[in-house]
């Protein structure tokens, strides 16, 4: 499977809401609760569909200006940071 399309599970019993233009998630056996800003949600919803990274940096370039390989490097920290947060796990 090629980077581009790994594809992400949310890891269970993570909670999400959205507040105004955040997100919060909160994971109940680490005791973490996260804040993200508006494209962070985005990226969340997007989790939520089932895309994979090429589909998630395809879809954010069409609606986020800037460079394409910015946002795919600033999309994968993220994807990195949940990650390592436990929040969600590569499929597969």
């Known amino acids: ?43 969340w919803e997007l989790l939520l569909e089932g895309r994979n990274i090429a589909q998630l940096v395809g879809q954010l370039t069409e609606e986020f200006a800037g460079p394409a390989a910015l946002i795919q490097q600033q999309t994968l920290e993220f994807l990195t940071q949940l990650e390592s947060e436990q929040i969600i796990r590569r499929e597969g």
């Open 1 to 43: 499977m090629s980077a581009d399309s790994t594809q992400y599970q949310i890891v269970d019993g993570v909670l999400a809401r959205s507040v105004g233009e955040s997100l919060v998630l909160f994971h109940p056996q680490t005791e973490r609760l996260l804040s993200f800003n508006a494209c962070g949600m985005r990226i």
